[in-house]
């Protein structure tokens, strides 16, 4: 499995590391005039999956145009696991290192 290479990227363990992650991704997003257009959802007892085409309009030009899936795993009534999955991982990458670095 390819991981990610960027700041936000990697194995997040238990709701403490999970919350950070989308407290960052938030605030990435927030700055980022986002615009998303859910593509497909589906669900069963067991996975959610929720595709999308994610894209943003940041003034200097850095943006992100792409096509990103999550599958989620419940069980027992509760979220096991979350993968997201992207269609270019290295655009992914360049992105959240770029932002990283923005003050």
Not at 43 to 63: K, L, P
Not at 73 to 98: C, P, R
Request: proline fraction near 1%.
């Amino acid at each position: 499995m390819a991981l990610g290479k960027h700041p936000l990227s990697g194995v997040k363990n238990g709701v403490d590391e999970v919350i950070a992650f989308f407290d960052a991704m938030g605030a990435i997003m927030g700055k980022s005039s986002v615009r998303v257009e859910k593509l497909i959802v589906g669900a069963n007892d067991n996975y959610v999956v929720e595709c999308q085409h994610v894209w943003t309009n940041h003034d200097d030009g850095h943006n992100l145009d792409h096509l990103v899936c999550v599958l989620w795993t419940f069980e027992n009534g509760k979220i096991v696991a979350g993968t997201h999955l992207f269609a270019d991982l290295q655009a992914a990458d360049n992105f959240y290192n770029y932002v990283a670095t923005v003050k």
